[in-house]
C-alpha cells in the first residue's frame, strides 16, 4: 500500500496569461493534518481543486493514494468540504446528509455523521434557512458521510463561532488520529498554527515554504521587539527617526509610548537602541508568530521577484 495519500509532481496550470498553480511538487502522507496558507491569489483554490479531479493540470501529474483524484473520489477515498457552491434549498439538513451517506462506498449512520458534525438539533431545518454557521457544519457532515481516507477543507471554519470551531478542530484531530489526512486552507493563521503538523506557504502557485509552525516561525528570521519610551517633555509624540535608522530593522510602529519592532538581528538592534541613549521600558524580545512570519516571508518573496 503506498506511504504517500497526495503527490504534485511539477503541476502547472493556467487561465490565459495568468499562471495559478507554477511547478508545484509535493507529497502528503498518511495522518498528517497540513495547512495551506497563502495570499489571495497564491493558488490555494486552485491547488485543492486539481487534487479533487474538478480541474486537469497544464503540466505535470496528481495523484492521490496512488490514482487520479477521480478514481481516489469515486472509491469514496476523498471527502471535500468547499467554499465554492452552495446547497440543495428545500430540502433539510438530514435529508441532504441522508444523500450523502446513500451515495458514498463506505457510508456512516446518518445519525453519527450528524451528531459529528454537530448539527442533530438542527437536522429539520430547511437549509436554506440556515445560518452561515450552521451552513458550514452541514457541509462539514457531507465531507465526512463516509470512512474516507483523505479530508480537504476550503476556510472550514468560516461564520462559525469560537465553541462551533473548537468542535470541529476536535474532531478533525480524531480524524488524523484515526490515520486520516487532514489538508485545509484557512486565513485563521491561528488555527494553523495550533492544528496544523505541517504548514504549506503558496505564493504566485510556487510552494515558498514547507515546515511545522514553528520552522516556518523560523524561517521568516526575524523576531519581534517592543518596549515603552517616555513622551518628550511636551507630552508630544516620540521621534521616531533614530528608531528607523537602526540596524537590521524590517519594520516599525509607535503607537503612544510603545514602539513595536521586527528586526532580522535583534541583538544588533537592541543593542544599538541603548547607543542611542534612550531607555527602554518593558522590554521583550520573542520570535515571530506564524501571521507575521507568513507576511514577513511573502512580502520577501514579493521584494524579491519585482
Not at 490514482?67 to 469515486?74: F, K, L
Not at 462539514?140 to 471554519?157: H, Q
Not at 521587539?225 to 535608522?245: E, H, K, M, T, Y
Request: charged share 25%; with cysteine; proline share 3%.
Amino acid at each position: 500500500m503506498t506511504t504517500t495519500a497526495v503527490g504534485f509532481d511539477q503541476v502547472s496550470k493556467s487561465y490565459g496569461s495568468v499562471r495559478a498553480v507554477d511547478g508545484l511538487t509535493l507529497a502528503l502522507h498518511p495522518g498528517e493534518t497540513v495547512a495551506l496558507l497563502g495570499p489571495n491569489g497564491a493558488g490555494k483554490s486552485t491547488t485543492l481543486d486539481l487534487l479533487l479531479g474538478l480541474k486537469q493540470p497544464d503540466a505535470g501529474t496528481v495523484r492521490v493514494f496512488g490514482t487520479g483524484p477521480r478514481e481516489a473520489i469515486v472509491a469514496g477515498r476523498v471527502g471535500a468540504m468547499l467554499q465554492s457552491g452552495g446547497l440543495m434549498d428545500e430540502v433539510t439538513a438530514e435529508e441532504l446528509v441522508r444523500l450523502a451517506c446513500a451515495l458514498h462506498p463506505k457510508p456512516y449512520k446518518v445519525s453519527d455523521v450528524l451528531a459529528r458534525a454537530g448539527i442533530a438539533q438542527i437536522a429539520d431545518r430547511k437549509v436554506n434557512k440556515l445560518s452561515g454557521g450552521q451552513a458550514q457544519r452541514v457541509r462539514f457532515a457531507l465531507a465526512t458521510a463516509g470512512d474516507s481516507d483523505l479530508i480537504v477543507l476550503d476556510e472550514p471554519t468560516t461564520g462559525m463561532d469560537v465553541s462551533a470551531r473548537q468542535a470541529f478542530w476536535s474532531t478533525m484531530r480524531e480524524q488524523a488520529d484515526q490515520g486520516r489526512t487532514v489538508l485545509f486552507a484557512t486565513h485563521y493563521l491561528e488555527e494553523a498554527d495550533a492544528i496544523a503538523d505541517r504548514v504549506l506557504v503558496l505564493h504566485r502557485g510556487r510552494l515558498l515554504a514547507d515546515g511545522t509552525a514553528a520552522e516556518i516561525k523560523a524561517k521568516a528570521g526575524a523576531r519581534r521587539i517592543s518596549f515603552d519610551l517616555d513622551l518628550d517633555r511636551d507630552g508630544g509624540a516620540i521621534d521616531a527617526v533614530p528608531l528607523r535608522n537602526l540596524p537590521f530593522l524590517t519594520s516599525i510602529d509607535v503607537s503612544g509610548q510603545t514602539v513595536r519592532i521586527q528586526s532580522s538581528d535583534a541583538d544588533a538592534t537592541v543593542h544599538a537602541l541603548y547607543g542611542l541613549g534612550v531607555y527602554p521600558r518593558n522590554l521583550e524580545v520573542a520570535g515571530l508568530g506564524l501571521e507575521q512570519a507568513f507576511v514577513a516571508i511573502t512580502e520577501a518573496e514579493e521584494a524579491r521577484t519585482s
